[in-house]
């Protein structure tokens, strides 16, 4: 299985980039999705993420400024970031809780795919 982002890049303080994860692979079942993202010195920080019904969750830091969106159907999610600050500047990564073969979506089932990381840079 694979994750592949899109969608970074550079933007000024005050704007928006949209990132795109679209997964690959032998799937059985996708039980959500999320977006992480690292800083330089900073531990990994999971800013939101999407169940498989489609309820989201949001780090404080990023709430009524990204938003995370699904489709299910083409095992893709987006998170649209808006207002965009210098401090979002870090290289952000898609994760997904999927099975390949067999298994059933709970809670407490751990992230097991990971994109590659995508860089978003904010400037001043």
């Known amino acids: 299985v694979q994750l592949v982002e899109s969608g970074g890049g550079s933007v000024q303080a005050g704007g928006s980039l949209k990132l795109s994860c679209a997964a690959s692979?032998?799937?059985?079942?996708?039980?959500?999705m999320g977006w992480y993202r690292q800083a330089p010195g900073k531990v990994r920080e999971l800013l939101s993420e999407?169940?498989?019904?489609?309820?989201?969750t949001y780090v404080d830091s990023v709430k009524g400024r990204f938003t995370i969106s699904q489709d299910s159907a083409k095992m893709k999610v987006d998170l649209q970031m808006n207002s965009l600050k210098t401090d979002d500047t870090a290289v952000y990564y898609c994760?997904?809780?999927?099975?390949?073969?067999?298994?059933?979506?709970?809670?407490?089932?751990?992230?097991?795919?990971w994109g590659q990381g995508i860089q978003v840079t904010v400037s001043s």
């Open positions: 999407i169940s498989r019904d489609g309820t989201a």
């Open positions: 994760a997904a809780k999927i099975w390949e073969s067999r298994g059933l979506c709970f809670s407490g089932l751990q992230y097991n795919v």
């Open positions: 692979g032998s799937i059985f079942r996708n039980c959500g």
